[in-house]
């Protein structure tokens, strides 16, 4: 087994007023040689944006787009006619392929916080789609938001990924099996702290793992996880 850890502190960080802005991999005006993605997982970032700010209307192209609102919610508009509100607890997809203009406004909470993931597709120049999940809160068990296959659990990107989101009791283990041993999993520690492979990973901090086939993780607080394989 092999292993990359990104502490909380060795994150890249923007402060723009209304956005604070944590960058896990080089982003925007933050380049380090050495955070340059996982694989096919090329941005991160954990994002906090104060009520009544938001991101104006700007395009993507060739890209799968993942947002997980952690805290708050976000109004999402885009060019493909689709406007509605993610909070936490939901999950949006969006595939750029040949190209879409949106916006995301915090008009609704005092302050939203999210986690916004950028994968590598498999193909480009795809017709440009748009999804929205809610997913459940049940303690001590993964729930797949994101795989390959339309048809099973939770949304699908074009990639060979499969993200899983849990939350989990202090002093429980879990396991997880990778579902194409040539992937990595790349795990976010949202809140809590646990242990992968006997290396303590706290609030915030990014760990990837790779070259096996499965791994435990020992939950030593209350943790909610965003567990994240994608090919490497």
Same mark, same amino acid.
């Given at each position: 087994?092999? %292993?990359?850890?990104?502490?909380?502190?060795?994150?890249?960080?923007?402060?723009?007023?209304?956005?604070?802005?944590?960058?896990?991999?080089?982003? *925007?005006?933050?380049?380090? $040689?050495?955070?340059?993605?996982?694989?096919?997982?090329?941005?991160?970032?954990?994002?906090?944006?104060?009520?009544?700010?938001?991101?104006?209307?700007?395009?993507?192209?060739?890209?799968?787009? @993942? %947002?997980?609102? @952690?805290?708050?919610?976000?109004?999402?508009?885009?060019?493909?006619?689709?406007?509605?509100?993610?909070?936490?607890?939901?999950?949006?997809?969006?595939?750029?392929? %040949?190209?879409?203009?949106?916006?995301? +406004?915090?008009?609704?909470?005092?302050? %939203?916080?999210?986690?916004?993931?950028?994968?590598?597709?498999?193909?480009?120049?795809?017709?440009?789609?748009?999804?929205?999940?809610?997913?459940? +809160?049940?303690?001590?068990?993964?729930?797949?938001?994101?795989?390959?296959? $339309?048809?099973?659990?939770?949304?699908?990107?074009?990639?060979? *990924?499969?993200?899983?989101?849990?939350?989990?009791?202090?002093?429980?283990?879990?396991?997880?099996?990778?579902?194409?041993?040539?992937?990595?999993?790349?795990?976010?520690?949202?809140?809590?702290?646990?242990?992968?492979?006997?290396?303590?990973?706290?609030?915030?901090?990014?760990?990837?793992?790779?070259?096996?086939?499965?791994?435990?993780?020992?939950?030593?607080?209350?943790?909610?996880?965003?567990?994240?394989?994608?090919?490497?």
């Amino acid at each position: 087994m092999k %292993t990359y850890h990104i502490k909380s502190i060795e994150r890249g960080s923007a402060d723009y007023g209304w956005l604070k802005a944590n960058y896990m991999f080089s982003f *925007a005006n933050y380049y380090n $040689p050495n955070q340059m993605g996982f694989g096919s997982l090329r941005v991160l970032n954990d994002d906090v944006i104060q009520g009544k700010t938001g991101f104006s209307e700007h395009p993507h192209q060739n890209m799968e787009i @993942i %947002t997980v609102p @952690i805290a708050g919610a976000l109004r999402h508009r885009d060019s493909m006619g689709n406007e509605g509100v993610i909070k936490s607890g939901e999950v949006q997809v969006m595939s750029a392929g %040949t190209g879409v203009y949106h916006s995301e +406004f915090n008009d609704i909470a005092d302050v %939203t916080n999210i986690s916004q993931i950028w994968v590598i597709p498999n193909k480009n120049n795809v017709e440009p789609r748009y999804d929205q999940i809610s997913f459940s +809160f049940d303690a001590n068990s993964w729930q797949q938001i994101v795989s390959p296959n $339309p048809d099973d659990e939770g949304s699908w990107i074009h990639a060979n *990924a499969w993200f899983h989101h849990g939350v989990f009791d202090k002093g429980e283990l879990t396991a997880y099996q990778f579902n194409d041993k040539e992937n990595g999993v790349f795990i976010f520690l949202i809140e809590g702290e646990i242990e992968v492979n006997g290396e303590k990973i706290e609030k915030r901090d990014g760990f990837g793992v790779h070259d096996t086939e499965g791994f435990d993780i020992k939950i030593m607080e209350d943790s909610r996880i965003l567990l994240m394989e994608v090919p490497l």
